[in-house]
């Protein structure tokens, strides 16, 4: 099956500074993936809709300029964490659709830990 | 956006067969029924997807009653290792394509 790939799966920062994670459909192109943060024993909350060569569309209540996303290529999609804090540890995960097919489902990236010290 | 609604959480038995109802009354025409599974720190993983009737693949049977504005989920004959949180989720068209949005997921959990 199709398969998104997420780098890094862990990573720990210090407060203040910005954490980068990619996101990568491997075998398929993707003109849309989507970013959702996900707290402990909590589902998954879509923070926003990464679109191929244009701008992000935030869910409700996300900050655009303290969650960077740049969709640059067909196959990879970037999540910044600027500025982080200890507030946004969480799981982040993305997900992407093949773009050349209709009603198929979302494949999603193992996700990635991040915790702010 | 079709809201689901899941029950929070079940408990089964080895072997068991095991059914997760979602209801989903404000299905619109267009969508789709998908059912996902999650392990912790981990991505959820798709189970099925159908859109009417019956759908069946290797690890699951979906059931979908003819005004769509339920699901079950059928996962026969359960182990250990299919502890897990299941979501149904219900497709939002969005500009061409899916907005996938979760609901709160039911927990299985599975003993010997």
């Known amino acids: 099956g199709a398969v998104v790939s997420q780098h890094p799966s862990r990573v720990i920062c210090k407060s203040g500074t910005s954490v980068k994670i990619e996101c990568r459909s491997l075998?398929?192109?993707?003109?849309?993936m989507f970013w959702y943060r996900q707290f402990p024993k909590q589902s998954l909350m879509l923070m926003a809709t990464?679109?191929?060569?244009?701008?992000?569309?935030?869910e409700q209540g996300v900050e655009k300029d303290k969650f960077l996303i740049n969709h640059a290529s067909l196959t990879l999609s970037t999540l910044t964490v600027t500025s982080a804090h200890p507030e946004d540890s969480s799981f982040y995960i993305c997900?992407?659709?093949?773009?050349?097919?209709?009603?198929?489902?979302?494949?999603f990236g193992q996700g990635t830990r991040l915790t702010v010290v | 956006l079709a809201k689901t609604t899941q029950p929070i959480s079940m408990d089964s038995y080895e072997g068991q067969e095991v059914n997760i109802t979602c209801s989903h009354n404000?299905?619109?025409?267009?969508?789709?029924i998908t059912w996902y599974q999650q392990f912790p720190s981990q991505g959820p993983r798709f189970i099925i997807q159908?859109?009417?009737t019956k759908v069946t693949n290797e690890v699951a049977s979906l059931f979908i009653p003819a005004d769509r504005k339920s699901s079950t989920l059928s996962l026969p004959r359960v182990s250990l290792s299919d502890t897990a949180v299941y979501y149904c989720?219900?497709?939002?068209?969005?500009?061409?394509?899916?907005?996938?949005?979760f609901g709160a997921g039911t927990r299985l959990f599975v003993k010997a």
């Open positions: 990464s679109n191929e060569g244009s701008k992000a569309t935030y």
């Open positions: 997900s992407a659709r093949d773009s050349q097919l209709a009603n198929t489902e979302a494949f």
């Open positions: 159908g859109y009417k």
């Open positions: 075998d398929f192109q993707a003109t849309t």
């Open positions: 989720l219900v497709g939002d068209r969005y500009t061409g394509g899916f907005k996938t949005i």
């Open positions: 404000n299905i619109a025409t267009n969508d789709y």
